[in-house]
């Protein structure tokens, strides 16, 4: 499992994703950020956004979600309250969603999201647990939104409809305090925020046993106490909490900054950087510039612009691939699922000093269904590796850099191995016959994917890279021997 929280210091909001590292699916947990922050960081780690999870109808920021999901074409899963419908605030949806209910499981590849309802700040309130099935069925974490702060509680009268108040929101704490003390608890506000009271902590994290023990509020042993304790007396909502909430149903539209895309490297950026369709990234293919497509190398396998390279988007290793694998001077392109994405990269390579020629301003599918030339790279998995070193049916081509053959390099004394590091494929890449299979393995497929599609455009007809596993999964089932063991000429 991925979990990353991003902190909003200008109102003291928490957001997460959450992302299964062997479906490459994630989820978005109370986005308030510009959508791009969650886009670039799910990239990253190699995951697609397919889930916005909204906790509650934000009184104090206007959340991102519905941006989000018109990037990304993921499913908002949001409280919804037919039931309580008020002319004011009310707890109802009014654009696309999939509504949530108590006990609901939101499943993002292995990781379960199990809705646990804690009314109380509003009516409509979700907690999430955190399930990381392969570990374990019992939740790790809970996403506690606004009803259990780190040291206090989420204030009770902020708006006033049913299913709110002091005496709900003490019965919502006590079903989070049904899970296990090791439980780590992650809220959507921490210490600064009007949500809460005046001694939340600025800690964002905690865990329930901590709280149980320390939070003051939850010293109290009944809701009267709870009551007295907390000193809250309902209120008319103000005017900011009416906007923000009503807009986050969707009565209102979203106001222009909650959907305007914000480019990260604004310092970076070229006035006159090209927008292109795909006929137009086609053409400039046929005058010598080079398409990147930034997905990851088992959706590129599946299906991709005939030609393209597959350099996975990841900040901290993207650009030296491309240094090491094309230099700077050819002309490039990007192109990915999500266009900003690609016209991130774009502004990201002219900085660094590369040859861009634009961004394609549509998503791959727009190229796969077009007509245009579409190419495919077939994978294989450890079994059909190891079928490959005993038979010298191909060329095993090992793209690790020196230190990781160190660690273990399929033996030569059976097999055809050829240990040449993605850094010297460019210079050695005439040492591979092109009459023969070339099979291409790493650690996880993704420079395998970038070499692979190298020589595909150099006129290699048979390549196939083993992905998503890579040489230490291979080391775990197979021998492996030391390089100078292994026949690399």
Not at 225 to 236: D, H, I, Q, T
Not at 293 to 308: E, K, N, S, V
Not at 310 to 338: C, H, Q, W, Y
Request: hydrophobic content about 45%.
């Amino acid at each position: 499992m991925i979990f990353r929280q991003f902190l909003n210091e200008a109102v003291s909001a928490a957001s997460y994703l959450i992302g299964c590292v062997q479906t490459g699916e994630s989820a978005v947990v109370d986005p308030g950020l510009p959508p791009e922050e969650y886009l670039m960081a799910a990239a990253d780690k190699g995951l697609r956004i397919t889930a916005i999870v909204e906790t509650h109808f934000h009184a104090d920021y206007f959340s991102t979600g519905r941006a989000l999901a018109a990037l990304t074409g993921a499913t908002i899963y949001a409280p919804s309250r037919d039931d309580i419908e008020n002319e004011i605030t009310g707890a109802s949806v009014h654009y696309p969603h999939t509504r949530v209910r108590d006990g609901d499981e939101i499943r993002i590849g292995n990781i379960i999201l199990r809705a646990i309802h804690t009314p109380g700040h509003t009516p409509e309130h979700m907690a999430y647990a955190v399930i990381d099935t392969p570990r374990s069925d019992q939740p790790w974490m809970v996403l506690t939104g606004d009803s259990l702060f780190v040291n206090d509680v989420a204030r009770t009268d902020l708006v006033n409809l049913p299913l709110t108040g002091p005496e709900v929101m003490f019965n919502s704490l006590q079903r989070l305090l049904e899970l296990p003390d090791y439980c780590e608890i992650y809220p959507a506000h921490y210490g600064g925020s009007a949500c809460g009271g005046k001694q939340m902590s600025g800690k964002p994290i905690s865990t329930i046993g901590f709280e149980r023990r320390f939070n003051w509020m939850l010293q109290a042993r009944n809701a009267q106490e709870f009551a007295e304790l907390s000193g809250v007396v309902p209120r008319e909502a103000v005017e900011s909490v009416l906007i923000h909430r009503n807009t986050n149903r969707g009565v209102l539209p979203l106001p222009a900054e909650a959907t305007r895309p914000v480019i990260h490297h604004r310092r970076h950026l070229r006035a006159d950087m090209p927008a292109l369709s795909v006929q137009q990234a086609y053409d400039a293919m046929q005058s010598g510039a080079i398409l990147i497509d930034l997905r990851p190398a088992l959706a590129f396998a599946a299906g991709h612009p005939a030609g393209a390279i597959n350099i996975t988007f990841n900040k901290s290793n993207m650009v030296e691939r491309a240094r090491m694998l094309l230099g700077a001077d050819t002309p490039l392109m990007f192109i990915s699922d999500v266009p900003l994405l690609a016209q991130e990269t774009a502004h990201l390579f002219s900085a660094e000093g590369f040859t861009v020629a634009g961004y394609v301003q549509e998503p791959v599918d727009a190229w796969l269904i077009s007509g245009l030339p579409v190419e495919r790279i077939a994978i294989g998995d450890l079994e059909a590796l190891h079928r490959y070193a005993l038979t010298r049916e191909a060329v095993i081509l090992d793209v690790r850099e020196p230190f990781e053959w160190e660690k273990g390099v399929i033996p030569g004394d059976t097999a055809d191995v050829r240990l040449i590091a993605l850094s010297e494929i460019r210079q050695r890449w005439r040492e591979l016959p092109a009459d023969r299979t070339i099979v291409i393995v790493c650690e996880s497929g993704t420079r395998a994917s970038a070499v692979a599609s190298l020589l595909k455009r150099l006129g290699y007809a048979n390549v196939v890279d083993i992905a998503p596993q890579g040489m230490s999964d291979y080391a775990k089932k197979y021998e492996t021997v030391r390089p100078e063991l292994a026949i690399t000429t």
